[in-house]
């Protein structure tokens, strides 16, 4: 992944549907024209993992960079061709296309064949940090996936300079035999926690869960919470470990904003400054209220923008994402012309706890939803099962009820996770307001991607119902999403 430096990232930036259309049928694949459109590859690549290579998949632009970088204002005018020997759909996470540009298999469009190619074409509006990724079986595994910056033109010609860093979880293993394995119920248990109290690593059994998660084995689970369910062989930052890490210049004094995306197929993560004090600045690509400090929580597919006050000594200041519930770690490193770039370990000192809700009940938005009382409701039910079924209201996805919303509806959805795992749980088409954590309501961040707390957390979303269509509903956990953890939404203009 190319560094996305001041003066590269400056000078890189530079249809809706029928009102009358029922939101039921998919987009079907069609040739691509490539007039005026910028070409995004979907293909394979090899990365050095650990000392080993390993094939990937990547989304690239013709000069080689990886993802994709334009102004809000402009259209997102793209081709995407699809070069990686399979089938393949990507979705344009954060983002609110017409439904029918979404891209999610079986939903909002049709899988693109291995040599097509599909033009994407429809308005942005609003700035901010988004990615794109694989909406397609498991190749998201594969890091099948890209930063996607929206700049804000009134930050054009602002002394700061933009850093983006895409984090990934790393297995040389295939995905689908990790999945087979974890819907046999051989699955690591790499880290638990009971009343508090940490225990370990062991092993855990999902084929003897009872439905609902709370009984394993005839062993009732009370408060013990399961974090990793797939054992990685390394975390990676813009495809690197800490072995060979990616070093950015910056100046002595100078003013960074991190831009920073959790890729992960699966794990839930530490941003660790160090000494290095940061100030939180937006979440999901979306403005909030600063805060100040130096280890932020960041959930699968969430996104953190950080702005940095560098010291004025010439020194490198490493930045770190480190597992939750283990030591685990990946990272970049900032480096004043001339300072020596040391060696970081790709284990950290300690472990880490489980990413939770403390940064979540503080967050507030400076652009939070208007002031309305909610016209729906509902509590959705998170659920497990045995053989690695992972539920929303009881059902599996493809024996699912979607969610009833009408048009301009300000819809308030409660999530109840009555799981040993926390869940990460995703909207398309919307950005939503997190208003109650535990039953506890305040005007909290806007988001696109919330964690759900294990074991009987509450999260309460609201949001308007003003992009009509067929939209995805779903947990971002890749693996808790293949078993079947996902639904839909579908409403008229």
Known sequence: ?????????????????????????????????????????????????????????????????????????????????????????????????????????????????????????????????????????????????????????????????????????????????????????????????????????????????????????????????????????????????????????????????????????????????????GKLIAVDGLPVEPLVGSRFEFAVAQRLDILLELPKETSAWPVFAVQEGGRMRTGVVLAARGAAVGKHDGMASEDFPAVGIELEQKLRATEPLAEKAATREHTMMLGEGPNYAWTLDGALHGSDTPLAVKSGDRFELTFMNHTTMSHPMHLHGHHFQVVAINGRRFAGAMRDTVLVPAHMGRVTIAFDADNFGRWALHCHHLYHMAGGMMTSMAYHA
């Open 1 to 277: 992944m190319n560094a996305f430096s001041r003066r590269g990232f400056l000078a890189a930036s530079a249809a809706t549907i029928s009102a009358a259309a029922v939101p039921s049928l998919l987009l079907p694949a069609r040739p691509a024209r490539a007039a005026g459109h910028k070409v995004i590859t979907a293909g394979k690549r090899v990365i050095e993992v650990t000392g080993r290579a390993a094939n990937v998949f990547g989304l690239t632009q013709a000069d080689g960079s990886s993802g994709l970088v334009m102004t809000a204002g402009d259209n997102f005018r793209v081709r995407l061709d699809n070069r990686i020997g399979e089938p393949t759909v990507i979705h344009w996470h954060g983002l609110t296309p017409p439904w029918q540009q979404d891209g999610v298999d079986g939903i909002s469009q049709e899988p693109i064949p291995d040599g097509g190619s599909h033009n994407y074409d429809f308005p942005v509006a609003r700035p901010g940090t988004f990615w794109m990724h694989s909406h397609f079986g498991l190749q998201e595994q594969h890091l099948l996936a890209a930063p996607l910056i929206v700049r804000d033109p009134a930050d054009v010609g602002s002394d700061v300079q933009e850093i983006v860093v895409l984090f990934h979880d790393f297995t040389f293993r295939d995905p689908a035999e990790i999945l087979a394995e974890l819907k046999d119920g051989g699955h690591d248990m790499q880290a638990m926690q009971m009343s508090g109290m940490s225990m370990g690593a062991g092993q855990m059994d999902h084929g003897s869960m009872g439905h609902g998660g709370m009984d394993m084995g005839g062993m009732q689970m009370g408060g013990m919470v399961h974090l990793q369910d797939v054992q990685y062989d390394a975390l990676l930052a813009n495809d690197r470990t800490l072995d060979d890490p990616e070093v950015f210049a910056v100046e002595p004094g100078g003013r960074v904003r991190l831009r920073l995306i959790n890729g992960a197929a699966s794990t839930n993560m530490w941003v660790d400054l160090g000494q290095l004090p």
